[in-house]
């Protein structure tokens, strides 16, 4: 990797994104980040805080970088025509079980139907995941699964090159982690592995220093 590889890792969550920016962050020479602090873009209209993280990319000296996060599905011609060498990387865990982490996690809170915070607790997060019409909170994370997934094949169909959509096993073997990082771009001999690595949102190591990004985000 002469060159600056630039990866974003996509899912619905709940999927092994956190597992995979941990994978990625142990490359050789690798800064990337799970939902990197102040990022949270919202699902349409966060092009000037995507913009900021991308110029931060830009100005990184490690050989790879990028960000893992759900919310960068809907701008990812964005992030190409400033990087058209960058690799997405999809993980993509079964519906049923991804609905009820889902379930698990959300409790009084609902960021995939409209409200008005009455019967469901409004949360920072709404604005970061589309929103369906549907009767139950059930449904709509079923609805969501299937748009995302059908999103992300379309632009693997598009572009093979740049877009690769993984079962989250792949995260549990040699071969699976392999595949990724030959697909990211990291050399054979320099891949660093970690079978049986699971990590959850509190255990990845994140980029805390201060930042545009982060001073750009807190004003809006």
Excluded at 34 to 56: C, F, I, N, Q, Y
Excluded at 69 to 85: C, K, N, S, W
Excluded at 134 to 162: I, K, M, T, V
Aim: a positive charge; one cysteine or more; glycine letters at 8%.
């Amino acid at each position: 990797m002469s060159d600056k590889q630039v990866v974003f890792g996509l899912g619905t969550g709940r999927c092994g994104t956190v597992t995979l920016a941990g994978l990625l962050s142990a490359q050789p020479d690798a800064e990337v980040s799970h939902e990197r602090p102040g990022a949270a873009l919202t699902w349409s209209g966060g092009e000037a805080v995507l913009d900021a993280l991308l110029d931060e990319l830009a100005a990184s000296p490690r050989r790879l970088v990028g960000d893992v996060g759900f919310y960068y599905l809907p701008y990812v011609e964005r992030i190409a025509e400033r990087f058209p060498r960058a690799r997405f990387v999809g993980l993509r865990r079964a519906r049923a079980a991804t609905v009820a982490s889902y379930l698990h996690k959300a409790g009084d809170r609902n960021h995939w139907m409209r409200h008005d915070g009455r019967r469901w607790q409004a949360d920072r997060w709404d604005a970061c995941y589309p929103k369906y019409d549907a009767e139950s909170l059930e449904q709509a994370l079923g609805l969501y699964w299937e748009d995302y997934y059908r999103r992300f094949e379309h632009w693997q169909q598009r572009r093979p090159e740049a877009f690769r959509l993984f079962g989250v096993e792949a995260l549990n073997d040699e071969a699976g982690q392999r595949g990724i990082l030959d697909f990211v771009g990291v050399p054979r001999e320099e891949q660093v592995l970690d079978v049986g690595l699971r990590l959850n949102d509190r255990s990845v190591t994140q980029v805390r220093r201060p930042s545009l990004f982060r001073r750009l985000f807190r004003r809006r």
